[in-house]
């Protein structure tokens, strides 16, 4: 089975051909960063200008790298949502037009559900599952009873983490997307600023990151007007060790409410190595019988061999999609529940 899968949410325009849902023939990734940088953030008309551009590209080299042909595709998979409606046009519109030139069928992929699946070229995922996927727009843990079927246990109540490190970074003047470079002198600094946890201790799994952007961007602002230039290496630290605390701390409260053999770590996030290095320590004291599963380094950021893998499953299960399919920027998964620890 070889699936070819697109993915433009965002400001990353990629396709890939994958086999059987867990093994990457081609991953075509053109990102965008340098055009948005300049503006703090990604600006949606120029990223559906940019997937424009580079879309047609990304199909043939994809195939090429593949040494795959259209008519050995066994189908198209797309990411329809959740993300900017510009951005999914362009992928939504050239998944279909591919898929009908080439009479193949067409399958719906919910990107954070790609997100999660990205864990799949890891091992094969064992269920039911918890997954904390945490990414630019979402900060959520989700309870997957089988393959498919989302539920919502924890979310952010306003900021997601990755946004929040974004944020924060620009107020050290780091360019966007700043958490790589935050992660990196988090290594070299020591927690000294005690920014808040919070929620840490309320009976459910939900996160709030407003607060914490708050304090430091109050610090940082408080030792500019004293004249005062405050150490960025301890800031990054003090920052990011407040987001892992509260995820780790959240995480293995859920896994201890609903015992799972693995633990999903997917999103943009998860490329953290704070976050990363703090859960595979911590987890197996608290839950010996629940493994990490991390999506691979290179598949934690938006690509299109996660949205493959995720079709893989839709593809078995009978998910289709006609030439009716549209984009839909606010797509969530199926049902939410709040719950108390
Ligand atoms: P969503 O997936 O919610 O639709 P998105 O697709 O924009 O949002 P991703 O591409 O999944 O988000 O993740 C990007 C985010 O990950 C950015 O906020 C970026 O700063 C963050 N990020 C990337 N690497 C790291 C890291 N090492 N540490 C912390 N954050 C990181
Ligand atoms: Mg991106
Ligand atoms: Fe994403």
Redesign the pocket.
């Known amino acids: 089975e070889l699936i070819l899968a697109f993915e433009t ?2 400001d990353e325009t990629s396709v890939a051909v994958v086999e059987n849902g867990n093994r990457i023939l081609s991953n075509f990734v053109a990102t965008q960063i340098k055009s948005h940088q300049r503006f703090g953030g990604v600006v949606p008309e120029v990223a559906s200008r940019h997937h424009i551009e580079e879309i047609t590209i990304g199909i043939q080299k994809a195939l090429i790298e593949a040494q795959v042909t259209p008519a050995e595709l066994t189908a198209v998979a797309v990411t329809y949502g ?2 900017l409606v510009g951005s999914l046009l362009i992928g939504v519109t050239a998944a279909k037009t591919f898929a009908f030139a080439h009479e193949l069928p067409l399958i719906p992929v919910n ?2 559900a790609g ?1 999660i699946y990205a864990a799949r070229y890891v091992e094969p995922l064992v269920f039911p599952l918890l997954a904390l996927l945490v ?4 900060t959520q843990i989700v309870y997957m009873k089988a393959a498919n079927e989302f539920e919502i246990i924890g979310d952010t109540r306003d900021d ?1 983490a ?2 929040a ?2 944020k924060v970074g620009r107020v050290l003047g780091i360019a966007y ?4 470079e ?2 990196r002198l988090a290594h070299l600094g020591q927690d000294t600023f005690k920014f808040p946890r919070a929620m840490i201790h309320e009976a459910n799994y939900d996160f709030s990151f407003s607060g914490l952007k708050s304090a430091f961007i109050n610090t940082v602002h408080n030792a500019d007007q004293r004249g005062e230039t405050l150490n960025r290496e301890n800031l990054a630290a003090s920052f990011q060790a407040s987001v892992v605390d509260v995820l780790v701390g959240k995480v293995i409260a859920a896994v201890q409410r609903y015992p799972v053999q693995q633990l999903v770590l997917a ?3 998860a ?3 704070g976050l990363r290095e703090a859960l595979s320590e911590q987890l197996p004291k608290v839950v010996p019988n629940t493994r990490l599963v991390a999506a691979p380094l290179a598949l934690c ?2 690509n299109a061999a996660m949205v493959g893998a995720a079709a893989h499953v839709a593809l078995a299960q009978g998910v289709r999609a006609d030439m009716t399919l549209n984009a839909d920027p606010s797509l969530e998964f199926p049902w939410a529940a709040g719950v108390e620890a």
């Open positions: 949410s965002c959740p993300g990107h954070m997100h990414s630019g727009g979402h997601a990755g946004e490190y974004d997307p700043a958490g790589k935050l992660d999103g943009g996030v490329a953290n190595h950021g938006d």
